[in-house]
DNA sequence: ATCCTAACTTGGACTTTGTCCAAGTCAATA
DNA sequence: TATTGACTTGGACAAAGTCCAAGTTAGGAT
């Protein structure tokens, strides 16, 4: 993630200790926070970050490509840091767990020309939703 | 959509006039209304009808598996009621028009087992984005 | 036809998630 | 090390949705 921040400061990012900090928080894989867990766990290792600074430099990350938002329900956002690599999500309809997936062909291809409603479609982001391992025995 | 009224009456539903209004108001081809708007629109025939009705309705009608829940964006969810023949849904980034699309083959059938991490896998939902015809001159 | 009652509706308070702003702080350049 | 524009802060605000006690009513029972 380290390079992360070098990127960003070529980019004219000022680098405070508050972003190092958010960036910090969103290293790794299958990581998919929403801004209020970025918020705690920031706030684990810098008591005085707040909300809004979460919220503003998670805005930025996104603006500048470096993060995903992802939408899995309706409820809060999660931030996905794992932008420069394709990829769908599977998430458990049991317990909310996501998992970056990646499903072979182009998914835009599936959908047919007088599908299209003169749309310019450029994207096509793919829900899969099931229960994990955990949530299989339950229910 | 008088033929829903009908099934839900079996369903031991309690038929009243909020209810009545609310299936009035989600028929239709390519409705995708934010529970503001069904409430917005219920008023104009209903006028004293309560917004926690709407809301309580609205959720009943997608447990009951007669109205789908939409959210494709981070705002508010959108209520479908073409829920018996399989969609997905064209959205522009632009506008936020919402088309139901059919993509062909089986949209599960791209996800290879070993991309599934031993979930149960029930159901994909595609996203597409675009620009539409109105939105693709301007930008 | 009318009565009864569980089911439904209501309005308002409350929660969650997120945005906005004026005032204070600080990273990085000179 | 002084300066300054970018950044951060906390609190007020807004949008979307949930919850609840009290009042109303659809529809079966009489």
């Excluded at 998670?58 to 794992?82: F, Q, S």
Aim: aromatic share 4%; with cysteine.
């Amino acid at each position: 993630m380290s390079d992360l921040l070098e990127r960003l400061r070529g980019r004219g990012w000022r680098l405070t200790s508050q972003r190092r900090v958010v960036a910090e928080v969103l290293d790794g894989d299958h990581v998919h926070l929403t801004a209020d867990e970025v918020h705690a766990r920031a706030v684990a290792r810098l008591p005085e970050i707040s909300r809004a600074t979460v919220y503003n430099t998670l805005g930025e990350l996104v603006g500048l490509g470096e993060v995903l938002e992802v939408a899995t329900d309706g409820r809060a956002k999660r931030y996905d840091p794992n932008a420069h690599r394709a990829h769908q999500h599977l998430v458990c309809s049991g317990c909310g767990a996501i998992r970056d997936v990646h499903p072979h062909g182009d998914p835009l291809a599936a959908l047919p020309a007088d599908e299209r409603f003169g749309f310019t479609v450029t994207a096509a982001e793919i829900t899969y939703r099931g229960l994990c391992p955990d949530c299989t025995g339950q229910a």
